[in-house]
């Protein structure tokens, strides 16, 4: 019984060492500048405009638009 609460103990530590050293802090990344969110708004519009039908192209619309309002919030913001 002990063993097993052993071994499951050091799976989980493994498993948490290995997530911790493979990640990056949030702060480690840097902002996107205003003409890198104007550069990806630009090419999610075409992508917008290459779906099929008018709903999805206007949904994928408004997904460019949130995606760019997130990028510019966060190159003003810094983070």
Excluded at 14 to 27: E, K, M, Y
Aim: aromatic share 12%.
């Amino acid at each position: 019984m002990a063993s097993k609460l052993f071994v499951r103990r050091a799976i989980i530590a493994a498993v948490a060492a290995i997530t911790l050293a493979g990640s990056r802090p949030v702060w480690a990344q840097s902002p996107p500048t205003a003409d890198q969110c104007m550069n990806q708004l630009s090419n999610c519009y075409y992508w917008a405009a290459l779906q099929s039908g008018f709903w999805n192209i206007w949904a994928s619309g408004i997904d460019c638009e949130l995606a760019a309002a997130d990028c510019i919030r966060r190159a003003v913001m810094g983070y």
